[in-house]
């Protein structure tokens, strides 16, 4: 089972035994309007910029109002994929009133992709409410429908609009849109692993915002029972799963399964990264911390020793990374009675500590005046690097001496349409 970041958690595309959810180019086996291949943004290559070309032809000219509007969803698809938001927006306005105006195309389920592309465009250039208009309007034409055969379709519309809510910080709507989305793929996706891993760790991750911790550990240990069942409990999915584990631990006052948990994962990442991973040195980062705040003081210097270590073998390792882990580590030490080595550290933090953003300074002094480690934010999950993929820096967060979810739990990510024309 595929289990990443990168995975898409909406794709419309009928799957077959040997299909994963990344998979974005494949060979189309039906030609009818609303089905779905895939349709890429390389403009440069002579023969989709030649397709590009008939399209923007065919928009203009074309009498035939179905080639009409397969052509500017082409194109739209097209500067979606290529994150020319204004441009994709304008297109697929003009697709959704053609498709609207004429009776022989408005079929509820293209009507539906097409909002939901819309919407994530919209969601792009920071237009909330209109995205949510659009998602609703697209739960309303499958509504329409009512048909099971839809389910994964329904599910992962209803997903990506609870994103939207949890995107805005409204975590209660979006963890019950979410627990919608989680009933149906229940129902009639059980059969589908990845599908179901992918609900229950989103749901788990919304529950946790939402300050509804035992819910959020009831989904966190479901996703997981999935990763055992595929016998995935050695995968990068079930490392990142644990820190989400350990962190609603944490929040929930019970530090020592949290330490527990936290092991487990440092040991898994380490076993799948190495020594000098990132993700794996903000793990130790973190559980030095916890270690830190309940007085054990030896454990959090070799979580921080051991931090350190993996910081300086690591060229990818920011600045703030590094202020964080020697000023925990300078608190420790002082508290190990070794103030010659922490006043070493602490200058070395107090160095990187004046090229950090405003942002990063204040984090250290409520940290320095709490006499409490800082927990890391610093752990860059693979494909955090795209655009498209969020992270929770945006949204808010526990308060600074907790260890945080954000950042160290997966990206979730919603995805737009592939068109079948």
């Known amino acids: 089972m595929t289990s990443t970041p990168e995975s898409r958690l909406i794709s419309f595309r009928p799957k077959g035994p040997a299909e994963t959810t990344s998979t974005?180019?494949?060979?189309?086996?039906?030609?009818?309007?609303?089905?779905?291949?895939?349709?890429?943004?390389?403009?440069?290559?002579?023969?989709?910029?030649?397709?590009?070309?008939?399209?923007?032809?065919?928009?203009?000219?074309?009498?035939?109002t179905e080639l009409r509007a397969k052509a500017l969803?082409?194109?739209?698809?097209?500067?979606?994929?290529?994150?020319?938001?204004?441009?994709?927006?304008?297109?697929?306005?003009?697709?959704?009133?053609?498709?609207?105006?004429?009776?022989?195309?408005?079929?509820?389920?293209?009507?539906?992709?097409?909002?939901?592309?819309?919407?994530?465009?919209?969601?792009?250039?920071?237009?909330?409410?209109?995205?949510?208009?659009?998602?609703?309007?697209?739960?309303?034409?499958?509504?329409?429908?009512?048909?099971?055969?839809?389910?994964?379709?329904?599910?992962?519309?209803?997903?990506?609009?609870?994103?939207?809510?949890?995107?805005?910080?409204?975590?209660?709507?979006?963890?019950?849109?979410?627990?919608?989305?989680?009933?149906?793929?229940?129902?009639?996706?059980?059969?589908?692993?990845?599908?179901?891993?992918?609900?229950?760790?989103?749901?788990?991750?919304?529950?946790?915002?939402?300050?509804?911790?035992?819910?959020?550990?009831?989904?966190?240990?479901a996703a997981h029972q999935v990763l055992k069942d595929e016998d995935e409990l050695g995968s990068s999915a079930a490392a990142e799963l644990l820190v989400n584990i350990a962190a609603t631990q944490l929040k929930s006052d019970r530090p020592k399964e949290a330490l527990a948990i936290y092991a487990e994962a440092a040991q898994l990442i380490g076993n799948q990264r190495g020594a000098s991973d990132l993700f794996l040195a903000a793990v130790l980062n973190n559980e030095g911390c916890v270690h830190l705040q309940i007085g054990q003081n030896e454990q959090a210097l070799d979580c921080f020793n051991r931090c350190v270590w993996a910081y300086k073998h690591n060229p990818a390792t920011d600045d703030s990374s590094r202020a964080e882990v020697f000023h925990n580590l300078a608190v420790t030490l002082e508290k190990n009675g070794n103030p010659g080595l922490a006043s070493i550290y602490r200058r070395s933090a107090a160095e990187l500590f004046e090229q950090l953003t405003q942002e990063c300074r204040e984090k250290l002094i409520i940290a320095t005046r709490s006499g409490t480690g800082v927990p890391s934010a610093q752990a860059s999950m693979p494909g955090a690097e795209r655009p498209t993929v969020q992270t929770f820096s945006r949204l808010p967060t526990p308060q600074s001496n907790r260890v945080k979810v954000s950042r160290l739990a997966l990206p979730i990510k919603t995805e737009t349409i592939d068109w079948d024309f």
């Open 73 to 221: 969803i082409g194109m739209a698809v097209s500067h979606q994929d290529g994150c020319r938001w204004d441009e994709a927006a304008r297109l697929y306005e003009r697709a959704i009133d053609l498709v609207e105006s004429n009776r022989g195309l408005c079929d509820p389920r293209a009507a539906a992709r097409l909002q939901n592309n819309l919407a994530m465009v919209y969601r792009e250039m920071d237009r909330g409410a209109e995205a949510e208009g659009c998602y609703l309007k697209a739960l309303a034409h499958y509504k329409q429908l009512n048909d099971d055969s839809l389910a994964g379709d329904l599910a992962g519309l209803q997903g990506n609009l609870a994103y939207l809510y949890f995107d805005r910080g409204d975590f209660t709507s979006a963890l019950r849109m979410q627990q919608q989305a989680l009933d149906i793929t229940v129902l009639h996706l059980s059969h589908n692993p990845e599908a179901l891993f992918e609900a229950e760790r989103r749901t788990g991750i919304f529950a946790y915002f939402a300050d509804e911790q035992d819910a959020a550990l009831r989904h966190f240990k």
């Open 24 to 64: 974005r180019h494949s060979t189309p086996t039906q030609k009818r309007w609303g089905e779905s291949v895939p349709l890429t943004d390389d403009r440069r290559n002579p023969q989709r910029n030649q397709q590009f070309q008939v399209w923007l032809s065919q928009a203009e000219t074309e009498p035939d």
